[in-house]
């Protein structure tokens, strides 16, 4: 099977342009998770779902953020508007619900905001 | 606040010796820990995990240790090799917390020849 698939690889983008990251976890995975990798804070839980429902967003940065999951084998995280300081890797990671805590993840999107 | 704390941004280690990575965590609340691999352009994975019932597991040359008391994890690697050359992150997560995990800042190895 296919692993987690996230898309652009890259993006580079103007300051106040809107960005939009997508991922397709694995397939029959409840749970997918969004995290923006800085190397001051590693790894950042933004926001995950559980069966297309958002279950915590306390991570999200700031109201310019947002994510959808509109199915079980697609979301997307928006920034509206960008900023240079959201420059970061964006890792998707899904897991199934069984057992604890091990997440498969994306190779990540690397945003650069000039 | 950062509840899981790599101090060593980075560690070098010849090949053949062991490579020990530290990993400590604030929230007591922590009962299973997990060590992910990341190369470069790729996304982590799955290493080695422990539950906080136990202060031990090993998976080949890899061997996790818990010390509850101290609230610090130990990723020992040995023999080192090459291929081991990657930045390792270290996460935390609690019983019915649904999977969150919490990582660390993570530790760049680089093993030399």
């Known amino acids: 099977d296919a692993g987690v698939i996230q898309s652009p690889r890259h993006e580079v983008t103007e300051m106040g342009q809107e960005v939009t990251l997508r991922c397709k976890p694995i397939?029959?995975?409840?749970?997918l998770f969004w995290y923006r990798q800085t190397m001051m804070r590693g790894l950042e839980l933004l926001i995950y779902f559980n069966n297309n429902v958002p279950i915590d967003d306390s991570g999200m940065p700031e109201d310019r953020f947002s994510a959808k999951m509109p199915n079980a084998s697609f979301s997307t995280l928006k920034i509206q508007p960008s900023e240079p300081r959201d420059s970061a890797v964006y890792f998707c990671?899904?897991?199934?619900?069984?057992?604890?805590?091990?997440?498969?993840f994306g190779p990540g999107t690397r945003l650069t905001v000039t | 606040d950062q509840q899981v704390k790599q101090n060593s941004p980075s560690l070098s280690v010849q090949e053949g010796r062991i490579s020990i990575l530290n990993c400590d965590y604030t929230?007591?609340?922590?009962?299973?820990f997990l060590w992910y691999k990341k190369y470069p352009a790729e996304g982590p994975t799955f290493l080695i995990s422990?539950?906080?019932?136990?202060d031990k597991n090993e998976d080949g040359r890899f061997t996790v240790f818990l010390n509850k008391s101290a609230k610090h994890l130990s990723l020992h690697i040995v023999p080192s090799q090459p291929g081991d050359s990657a930045v390792y992150f270290c996460a935390a997560s609690r019983t019915g917390t649904a999977s969150k995990l919490t990582f660390g800042t993570g530790t760049r190895l680089q093993v030399t020849l």
């Open positions: 990671a899904s897991t199934p619900t069984s057992g604890v805590s091990r997440q498969y």
């Open positions: 397939s029959g995975h409840d749970y």
């Open positions: 422990i539950s906080s019932i136990k």
């Open positions: 929230n007591s609340m922590f009962d299973y």
